[in-house]
């Protein structure tokens, strides 16, 4: 058949032949790839029963979609009525070839092998699809060590009532040549002729398993009888048998696999998967990798193989432990089932399988983990540009998470440079020194703590986009408001990731995205082009100075706030300045904040504060409330009465009843008394401090039961106010100090709030008090 035609393929060389089918290399015209065609001999073409046994194989394997199972492409007939079946070719070997070596296989490629086998079994049981011809002639191996389960000849779905006998008797068929008949592989209950499940595959992987470990079959005989009875009624060699370099726990899973009753084997491919991975050294990590396809994924995991090398021989890779982590907090987080996908990588991959390629841009996310390796990866390469070629307008998006630190020049070709431009979720961190340090599980427990942070922050971005618009595109950051959180000291580390934390959960885009460059002139041209589009900006400073970048005078924190001060001179972004309670030992640091507390807490738009960072937390929590319920006027407005002046008591919830007096004796003067409500939502009562703060005539600041930092913030709000839509300074503020009296409250002082203080025996009209409304009138 060589050069001829099938459709639109072009018949190259046979490959191979059994009972059931010719095997051909051909070229596919249309996509331009190498294909297998099987085709149905001329001699039995003429048997419908064989002829609907031969298509069934296209019906079992087409159903499943996973990289350990051969792909089926088409299926068709010849133009002399010959069924065939286009499938996937493979480039490589079966596993029977590899076994015919003199000595077994290395326990580490057997283990890795049949893990992958159990992976690709996984998927055809979970469509209730039984193989039940597993053998090495029917798996083979790629040149990138990728197993691929062929051959669903005789697979059938549970669901379907089978005759017992023509099962045999189909199995027997597929036997060829000498070999005829040869049942090595089947289970008790095969040989018995009961009835078949999915158990019966795990005996089959078993047997597989246990003549890669040893270099020769558990069951044999002279003849078909003897091997059967063996199988029947007879354990595997004893251990004293068996090759000495495979561990206990290993030969354990073998002999559970083998059992023969069905209740004693392993239940499931998973269930197999997870023993062999807990019980010995030496398995890969394929057990974490996701069942499935790329098309059904809602993350696909892009990564180098170097990435995941472990530190010790038993211990997991990064990329693995990164898997499983983020997995179980993306499902918390979405509340359901999540599948992550992560392909099986080998360390000298070259290029992806088309079919892999062609599915991927049907994930609902692609996540890079950038490192040096990845960079250097064309695999890595090739599924970026892939994914972005193909989900553009998708319901999809592109999330990094950079391990290592990248040159960014040796990320520009890969993705038409769209990975540049995606937000870096940095899983490190450098010291004030400028040494590099990975967030790390074993690397102690800051970076640990720091670890599982990160884990959150790109599971939170990635469940985002579980149930983000469908018209969104793959890289979305022109929707978001963009905030300049600048890059602080280590000792305020944690606080400047609970900023920007917060920030992100609030919609918005958190820059410099990526580390700044430790040189003058670059860190000052970044921090300008980060600072372009900020519509608010965070400082945090701490007692470090910090690190004094290559031809600079001053700190990486110092210079950053110079571009800022710079920037805010001509642009009317929203300013908070942090600065950490404490004596400050080194002068310079001194120096930087009072030029903080001085030359930027003087801006119009800046808020200072000092203290815990709760007090900032609330602060900008305020300041986005403003911004979310900022309306524009509206001119039905009622106006009102301008000769009736309206106090707003600011008062806490536990003084609500002591503000009494105080209300009614406003009321008496002929003003109107706006007090907070406590009954309705969170965000409502925001809403309405700020929008009475817009209205009223006067405000005073009820201190009794709360703590001083709560009047603190309350007067800020008042010095701010022109941030919050009024058009002018509030014209009278006071602090009315009230039981229970203490140290802190007597000594209190205000440059912008007359202080009125209450009688210890009770309110009264004290000389403050009326002076401060005959102010207001």
């Given at each position: 058949?060589?050069?001829?035609?099938i459709?639109?393929?072009?018949?190259?060389?046979?490959?191979?032949?059994?009972?059931?089918?010719?095997v051909?290399?051909?070229?596919?015209s249309?996509?331009?790839?190498?294909?297998?065609?099987?085709?149905?001999?001329?001699?039995?073409?003429?048997?419908?029963?064989l002829?609907?046994?031969?298509?069934?194989?296209?019906q079992?394997?087409?159903?499943?979609?996973?990289?350990?199972?051969?792909?089926?492409?088409?299926?068709?007939?010849?133009?002399?009525?010959?069924?065939y079946?286009c499938?996937?070719?493979?480039?490589?070997?079966?596993?029977?070839?590899?076994?015919?070596?003199?000595n077994?296989?290395?326990?580490?490629?057997?283990v890795?092998?049949?893990?992958?086998?159990?992976?690709?079994?996984?998927?055809?049981?979970?469509q209730?699809?039984?193989?039940r011809?597993?053998?090495?002639?029917?798996?083979?191996?790629?040149?990138?060590?990728?197993?691929k389960?062929?051959?669903?000849?005789?697979?059938k779905?549970?669901?379907v009532?089978?005759?017992?006998?023509?099962a045999?008797?189909?199995?027997?068929?597929?036997?060829?040549?000498?070999?005829?008949?040869?049942?090595?592989?089947?289970?008790?209950?095969?040989?018995l002729?009961?009835?078949?499940?999915?158990?019966?595959?795990?005996?089959?992987?078993?047997?597989?398993?246990?003549?890669?470990?040893n270099?020769k079959?558990?069951?044999?005989?002279?003849?078909?009888?003897?091997?059967?009875?063996?199988i029947?009624n007879q354990?595997?060699?004893?251990?004293?048998?068996?090759?000495p370099?495979?561990?206990?726990?290993?030969?354990h899973?073998v002999?559970?696999?083998?059992?023969?009753?069905?209740?004693?084997?392993?239940q499931?491919p998973?269930?197999m998967?997870?023993?062999?991975?807990e019980g010995?050294?030496?398995?890969?990590s394929?057990?974490?990798?996701?069942?499935?396809?790329?098309?059904e994924?809602?993350?696909?995991?892009?990564?180098?193989?170097?990435?995941?090398?472990?530190l010790?021989?038993?211990?997991e890779?990064?990329?693995?432990r990164?898997?499983r982590?983020?997995?179980?907090?993306l499902?918390?987080l979405?509340?359901?089932?999540?599948?992550?996908?992560?392909p099986?990588r080998?360390e000298?991959d070259?290029?992806?399988?088309?079919?892999?390629?062609s599915?991927l841009?049907?994930?609902?996310?692609?996540?890079?983990?950038v490192?040096?390796?990845?960079?250097n990866?064309?695999?890595?390469?090739?599924?970026?540009?892939?994914f972005?070629?193909?989900?553009?307008?998708a319901d999809?998006?592109l999330?990094?998470?950079?391990?290592?630190?990248v040159?960014e020049k040796?990320?520009?070709?890969?993705?038409?440079?769209?990975l540049t431009q995606v937000?870096?979720?940095?899983?490190?961190e450098?010291?004030?020194?400028g040494?590099?340090?990975e967030?790390?599980?074993?690397?102690?427990e800051?970076l640990?703590r720091?670890?599982?942070?990160?884990?959150?922050?790109v599971a939170?971005e990635?469940?985002q986009?579980l149930?983000?618009?469908?018209d969104?595109?793959v890289v979305?950051?022109?929707?978001?408001?963009?905030?300049?959180?600048a890059?602080?000291t280590?000792?305020?580390?944690?606080?400047?990731?609970?900023?920007?934390?917060?920030?992100?959960?609030?919609?918005?885009?958190?820059?410099p995205?990526?580390?700044l460059?430790?040189?003058?002139?670059?860190?000052?041209?970044?921090v300008?082009?980060?600072l372009?589009d900020?519509?608010?900006?965070?400082?945090?400073?701490?007692?470090?100075?910090?690190?004094?970048?290559?031809?600079?005078?001053?700190?990486?924190?110092?210079?950053?706030?110079a571009?800022i001060?710079?920037?805010l001179?001509?642009?009317?972004?929203?300013?908070f300045?942090?600065?950490?309670?404490?004596?400050?030992?080194?002068?310079?640091?001194?120096t930087?904040?009072?030029q903080?507390r001085?030359?930027?807490?003087?801006?119009?738009?800046?808020?200072?504060?000092e203290?815990?960072?709760s007090?900032?937390?609330?602060?900008?929590?305020?300041?986005?409330?403003?911004?979310?319920?900022?309306?524009?006027?509206?001119?039905?407005?009622?106006?009102?009465?301008?000769?009736?002046?309206?106090?707003?008591?600011?008062?806490?919830?536990?003084d609500?009843?002591?503000?009494?007096?105080?209300e009614?004796?406003?009321?008496?003067?002929?003003?109107?008394v706006?007090?907070?409500?406590?009954d309705?939502?969170?965000?409502?009562?925001s809403?309405?401090?700020?929008?009475?703060?817009?209205?009223c005539?006067?405000?005073?600041?009820?201190?009794?039961?709360?703590?001083?930092?709560?009047?603190d913030?309350?007067?800020?709000?008042?010095?701010?106010?022109?941030?919050?839509?009024r058009?002018?300074?509030?014209?009278?503020v006071?602090?009315?100090?009230?039981?229970?009296?203490?140290?802190?409250?007597e000594?209190?002082?205000s440059h912008?709030?007359?202080?009125?203080?209450?009688p210890?025996?009770?309110?009264?009209?004290t000389?403050?008090?009326?002076?401060?409304?005959?102010?207001?009138?």
């Open positions: 058949m060589t050069d001829q035609k459709a639109h393929f072009t018949v190259t060389e046979m490959l191979g032949a059994g009972a059931m089918g010719e051909y290399l051909a070229h596919d249309k996509l331009g790839r190498a294909v297998a065609i099987k085709v149905l001999p001329q001699n039995l073409c003429q048997d419908e029963h002829r609907k046994r031969f298509l069934q194989e296209a079992s394997a087409s159903a499943l979609n996973h990289p350990n199972v051969c792909t089926i492409y088409e299926v068709g007939e010849t133009e002399t009525q010959q069924p079946l499938m996937e070719y493979i480039d490589g070997e079966t596993l029977e070839a590899k076994l015919q070596a003199p077994p296989l290395p326990i580490e490629e057997t890795d092998i049949i893990c992958q086998v159990l992976a690709g079994l996984t998927v055809a049981h979970e209730n699809i039984v193989h011809d597993l053998k090495p002639g029917n798996i083979s191996i790629n040149q990138r060590g990728i197993a389960i062929l051959d669903f000849g005789l697979a779905r549970l669901a009532q089978q005759n017992v006998n023509d045999t008797m189909e199995h027997n068929l597929t036997m060829t040549g000498s070999l005829l008949g040869t049942p090595n592989y089947m289970s008790p209950e095969q040989a002729g009961s009835e078949v499940d999915h158990l019966s595959d795990l005996f089959s992987v078993g047997v597989i398993l246990y003549q890669m470990l270099g079959l558990p069951f044999e005989g002279q003849a078909i009888g003897e091997v059967i009875n063996k029947i354990d595997p060699p004893p251990r004293s048998e068996w090759n370099h495979v561990s206990d726990s290993l030969a899973v002999l559970r696999a083998l059992a023969k009753d069905k209740a004693e084997r392993f499931s998973q269930e998967l997870t023993a062999i991975k010995c050294s030496g398995a890969p394929t057990a974490d990798y996701s069942q499935g396809s790329p098309a994924s809602d993350v696909y995991i892009s990564y180098s193989a170097l990435d995941d090398q472990s010790s021989s038993d211990d890779g990064w990329i693995s990164f898997h982590n983020l997995k179980v907090r499902q918390q979405a509340g359901r089932e999540v599948n992550v996908y992560r099986l080998k000298h070259e290029n992806l399988e088309p079919a892999l390629l599915e841009p049907k994930a609902k996310s692609l996540l890079t983990v490192s040096p390796p990845f960079a990866s064309t695999p890595c390469a090739q599924e970026v540009q892939t972005i070629e193909g989900g553009a307008n999809s998006r999330i990094k998470v950079v391990k290592t630190p040159d040796r990320l520009q070709g890969i993705g038409t440079d769209v937000n870096d979720h940095n899983f490190f450098q010291d004030d020194s040494r590099v340090l967030y790390e599980e074993s690397f102690g800051d640990k720091r670890y599982y942070e990160k884990i959150y922050d939170y990635l469940n986009t149930t983000s618009d469908p969104a595109t979305e950051t022109a929707s978001h408001p963009v905030a300049y959180v890059v602080t280590s000792d305020v580390r944690n606080e400047y990731e609970v900023i920007c934390r917060e920030l992100t959960e609030q919609g918005y885009r958190v820059v995205d990526k580390p460059t430790l040189e003058h002139g670059a860190l000052v041209a970044e300008t082009g980060y372009k900020a519509e608010l900006i965070v400082q945090l400073a701490g007692s470090s100075y910090g690190i004094v970048p290559e031809n600079a005078q001053h700190s990486v924190m110092e210079l950053q706030a571009e001060r710079e920037w001179a001509s642009h009317p972004a929203q300013q300045v942090w600065c950490e309670a404490g004596e400050i030992a080194d002068a310079r640091q001194n930087f904040l009072e903080l001085t030359q930027d807490a003087a801006h119009a738009n800046c808020e200072l504060v203290g815990h960072l007090l900032l937390k609330e602060a900008v929590s305020q300041h986005l409330t403003s911004l979310r319920n900022a309306t524009p006027e509206d001119s039905d407005k009622p106006t009102k009465d301008e000769n009736i002046r309206m106090v707003y008591l600011i008062c806490d919830s536990v609500e009843d002591a503000t009494e007096s105080l009614n004796f406003l009321f008496q003067q002929g003003l109107e706006s007090l907070p409500d406590f309705c939502p969170q965000d409502e009562v809403q309405l401090h700020l929008q009475t703060l817009c209205e005539d006067a405000v005073i600041i009820f201190y009794g039961g709360v703590r001083k930092s709560w009047v913030i309350k007067l800020r709000d008042t010095l701010k106010a022109a941030g919050y839509g058009t002018t300074p509030i014209p009278q006071a602090v009315y100090i009230a039981p229970p009296f203490d140290k802190r409250k000594r209190f002082k912008h709030a007359a202080i009125v203080q209450e210890a025996d009770g309110f009264s009209e000389k403050e008090l009326l002076s401060f409304v005959e102010n207001i009138q």
